[in-house]
């Protein structure tokens, strides 16, 4: 944040941030009142790409950044949408200034609730230390919870309701702008209707987080800056996405829909996805110094406490249920074991201090299958095999990763309607068949990770030779297994 902005209508109010993705950018003040809060700020102490930065040099971005060029994302195109298409949208759909600044609310803090090296925490540490959840915990729930938290500590309502907000309701289109549509209580497979906004503008829900085929703005800018930080090519262009956007009627219902000439813009989008996912989101060293930091926070969980509500001091793991201890937690947890004293925490220490000294696990393999591999103890009791070869299952980690493009098992180009330049009122699908006969056919893989604790030479090649004897024991499944020769890229 740099300078304000001379905007004529609104002079002296706005502000100016110079982003290395999006350029020099305006931002609401209420988004700048948000931004200068602690549990705003904690974000710049979050790394965007978690473990990533231990093997591309250029990963150091942090949710801050991604959080602001989404909050200014998500405005760019409800304001497109607002201004070059108001007599194509009855009066009840109209987009108001209302609407738009709730968008931009959402896009700002859809991230606050992650917590240290990003999804590590949510996907990989709290399921080894809460397994016993009765609902799968994510990050999208506690960036409800610190929104909330964020607004009562910061006395932000009357600065709401002065910007023209009306409270409780907007703040309810906020939470599900973020989260979606809740469940039923009692009938958890059901999914609740939205109470933010009336069904005429369901179509703004799929600008942060599009439930309906993955295309929003969070993805937009993530794979912008990603790219950008990791030297990833990224064929997407999301500005003219946001060009081309337009609200039509598909089966009684309003939805955001894109031109028929973008249909090869958007296999992009979905292309620059698995792109990423494989050559640095699931990238081999990636994912052991993520498993090595994981293991080292499992360890550490019981005698690391931090301050919470009322004095009282808890677990990392507990930290979900309080926001004033999770707000003090960031990345910065790794240090704190790394240069802790405590004989409670040495066995972490030790860990990370391997992590820094490149004394990480060693990749054995990875494998491509189109069958789903439930059964990862079996694969490490494979690899272990007899006691002579002195190798235990515990000596193994096996991921499994499943590798789509965003829904399974289908293409999600299928949930997308586009509209043609003749008629720009009437939205219809494009089959795959139209497009090109180069597109895969299928959309969906697992990616069988195997790591080996033990790192001397002849406990490697034993489950090598081992892992090699599993992948050709699945028989009518397609596999190919990569070697892991050469050292580990830095």
């Not at 195109?77 to 108001?86: D, G, M, R, S, T």
């Not at 620059?272 to 996912?277: D, I, Q, Y």
């Not at 272990?384 to 235990?392: C, E, I, R, V």
């Not at 056919?441 to 697992?446: A, D, G, L, V």
Request: aromatic fraction near 8%; include cysteine; glycine fraction near 6%.
């Amino acid at each position: 944040m740099d300078q304000k902005s001379n905007e004529p209508n609104d002079p002296g109010s706005n502000k100016v941030f110079n982003d290395p993705i999006h350029g020099h950018i305006e931002l609401h003040p209420l988004l700048v009142r948000i931004i200068d809060t602690p549990q705003f700020q904690r974000l710049r102490n979050i790394k965007q790409l978690g473990g990533a930065y231990y093997v591309f040099p250029g990963a150091s971005h942090n949710r801050f950044e991604h959080s602001i060029g989404v909050g200014y994302l998500s405005g760019k195109l409800a304001k497109y949408l607002k201004e070059k298409q108001p007599e194509q949208i009855d009066q009840a759909e109209k987009i108001d200034d209302r609407d738009v600044l709730c968008v931009q609310i959402a896009g700002l803090c859809h991230d606050l609730g992650h917590g240290p090296f990003s999804h590590l925490f949510d996907g990989m540490f709290i399921p080894k230390v809460l397994p016993d959840l009765s609902v799968k915990w994510k990050h999208e729930k506690a960036s409800l919870d610190m929104l909330n938290h964020l607004i009562a500590v910061n006395n932000l309502e009357p600065v709401m309701e002065e910007n023209g907000l009306v409270l409780p309701e907007d703040l309810v289109f906020i939470e599900e702008l973020i989260f979606g549509k809740r469940t039923d209580p009692d009938h958890p497979e059901i999914e609740l209707e939205y109470k933010g906004r009336k069904p005429e503008k369901y179509f703004l829900y799929e600008i942060v987080s599009n439930k309906r085929n993955g295309i929003d703005v969070d993805k937009c800018d993530y794979f912008a800056r990603d790219c950008h930080h990791l030297g990833i090519k990224n064929n997407f262009d999301h500005y003219r996405f946001i060009k081309f956007a337009r609200v039509c009627e598909v089966d009684e219902e309003k939805q955001i829909c894109t031109r028929e000439q973008e249909v090869g813009n958007l296999y992009d989008f979905f292309h620059t996805r698995n792109c990423l996912h494989r050559r640095a989101y699931q990238h081999k060293v990636t994912n052991i110094v993520e498993a090595m930091i994981t293991e080292a926070f499992v360890l550490a969980d019981k005698h690391l406490t931090f301050e919470g509500e009322g004095g009282k001091m808890i677990k990392m793991s507990e930290a979900i249920d309080d926001m004033v201890a999770y707000t003090k937690l960031t990345d910065n947890v790794f240090e704190q074991i790394l240069f802790s004293t405590s004989m409670e925490l040495a066995g972490a220490r030790e860990i990370l201090t391997n992590i820094l000294n490149r004394r990480l696990y060693k990749c054995v393999g990875q494998i491509y299958s189109a069958n789903e591999i439930n059964d990862t103890k079996a694969i490490g009791m494979h690899l272990a095999g007899d006691q002579d070869n002195n190798l235990t299952p515990d000596d193994f980690i096996v991921n499994v990763i499943k590798m789509d493009y965003g829904m399974r098992k289908e293409n999600p180009i299928d949930h997308v309607r586009f509209y043609s330049k003749r008629n720009p009122n009437m939205a219809f699908k494009i089959p795959q068949r139209q497009v090109s006969t180069l597109i895969p056919r299928r959309f969906q893989e697992w990616l069988i990770q195997v790591y080996c604790k033990r790192t001397e030479e002849e406990s490697l090649r034993t489950a090598r030779e081992r892992l090699d004897l599993w992948c050709n024991a699945q028989r009518g499944e397609p596999t190919e297994l990569e070697a892991n020769e050469g050292p580990n890229p830095t």
